[in-house]
């Protein structure tokens, strides 16, 4: 099996930031992407953020230039650097991981328990 646990959210001011971790660990061969997504009260959860593992880097349009992901291959771990927080970002953020646990096998799809983030105004 894979484990996804995420850590580093909390209680923070507008315009304050955040760094979210998400460390993977179990029987995995590769990790070819791993995500932020967030889902707010009353709403559907979103893609926030992608790292693949080309290195390329994708992001929602509302958090472009404030949010920063990144990935510590050697650790299979996932940075979520949040700057500028607002309000509207105030969520419970989970890490996903697409993997391959061998070889030339299939992809699964793993999810974190989720992290809370609340932005005071």
């Known amino acids: 099996q894979v484990q996804l646990v995420e850590s580093g959210g909390g209680l923070v001011q507008a315009g304050g930031s955040l760094r979210l971790s998400c460390a993977t660990s179990?029987?995995?061969?590769?990790?070819?992407?791993m995500d932020w997504y967030r889902q707010a009260p009353g709403k559907q959860r979103e893609l926030v953020a992608t790292a693949i593992s080309a290195g390329t880097t994708n992001y929602t349009d509302s958090v472009k230039g404030r949010f920063t992901i990144s990935r510590d291959n050697a650790k299979n771990t996932v940075y979520l650097q949040i700057n500028s927080l607002k309000p509207e970002d105030t969520a419970v953020y989970y890490c996903n991981a697409v993997v391959a646990r061998r070889l030339g096998g299939p992809l699964y799809n793993y999810w974190g328990q989720g992290t809370q983030v609340t932005v005071s105004s």
């Open positions: 179990g029987s995995i061969f590769s990790i070819k992407s």
